[in-house]
């Protein structure tokens, strides 16, 4: 499949998901849902960005074993996220790398290896989110048939099913490398993709806790990332009266938002953001317009932070992401 089918499918895709996510709103109350909203909040939303975004490079840095300096491995992050965000098809994944090794002599393996560690450990929390939301979350609006509530006997069947994927997963990770170099070369292009996908978070495993120090490190950063993400949205939702915000409501907008961003990644998660946020409030009985309205707020502030230090660092450094993202790729191609 040629680049530019594959773009055209991809701003198709993100159409399609932008008429799923605002089909039969009525703008009018969207718009006046927004300016009862105390936006006030949001400044504390931002600077929990900030913080996120900080501990994010301390991981980073830890991973590439403190080569450079935390500011340059801050301007580093900085890019790369405005690049991940505003470049379709995830072509601005080798930024990062490509940066670690034009402005701190990083080999590329290296810069690799470090950017395959933090999507596990991020992987990791996402299936210990999954789990929670599935066991320990209880949703207010169950579905009741016949004496069961067959929302609940879901939600803790899902948390099952994650839980023993989990288990299965990380039973691969740790010996299953046989199994899967089976797979590499299969014909099924979905087979060998997993394959390698599966040998590369097990390379990065098996990196990570050789150091038992700095694995525990990592993991430790981690849960405060993710722990700083979940007080940010817990004050955006306070800027919103009428909506819940409690642990339970906060804990279910982030895991089923990430989960349809990891799913369908639009460009800048346009449309897919927006559905999966609602879609998680709405599961606390808010109404579908009330959750739409919080859900744009909450990604235009993700974007306007994202976008406005990217752009400061992009000026700072003097670099176009457009060049940047095609010499990374011809970088990963040598």
Partial sequence: MSKSTRLIGV????????FIAFRGLNWH???????????????????GY?????????????????????????????IGFLAINVIPMRMGEL?????????????????????VLERWLD??????????????????????????????VGQRTL?????????????????????????VDHPNPLLAKLSHFILSLRDGAHRLFANPLMALQAFVLSLSVWAVTMVAIWFALMGFPDLPNGLGVVWSVWTITLVGMIVAPTPGFIGVYEFFCATALVLWGV????????????????LFFTLAMGSIFVIKEGVS??????????????
């Fill in 123 to 152: 992987m990791c929390m996402l299936l210990i989110m999954l789990v929670g939301l599935g066991w320990f979350v209880d949703l207010p609006n169950g579905v009741v048939v016949e004496g069961i509530d067959i929302l609940s």
């Fill in 321 to 334: 992401i457009q060049g940047l993202v095609k010499d990374s790729r011809s970088l990963s191609n040598e």
């Fill in 287 to 302: 109404d579908r317009v009330d959750g739409t309205v919080f859900a744009l707020t909450l990604h235009a502030s993700q």
């Fill in 50 to 78: 900030l913080c996120t975004h900080a501990i994010r490079t301390l991981r980073l840095w830890l991973l590439i074993g403190y080569q450079g300096s935390y500011g340059s491995m801050f301007s580093i992050n900085t």
């Fill in 159 to 183: 948390g099952t099913i994650v839980f023993i994927g989990a288990l299965g997963l990380t039973g691969l990770i740790g010996f299953g490398e046989p199994l899967l170099q089976r797979f």
């Fill in 11 to 18: 701003l198709l895709f993100t159409l399609i998901s932008m």
């Fill in 95 to 115: 930024v990062r790398p490509y940066l670690m090794v034009e402005k701190e002599q990083i080999p590329f393996g290296e810069a690799m290896v470090a950017i």
């Fill in 29 to 47: 109350e969207m718009l006046s849902g927004i300016q009862q909203a105390n936006l006030w909040y949001f400044a504390l939303v931002c600077l």
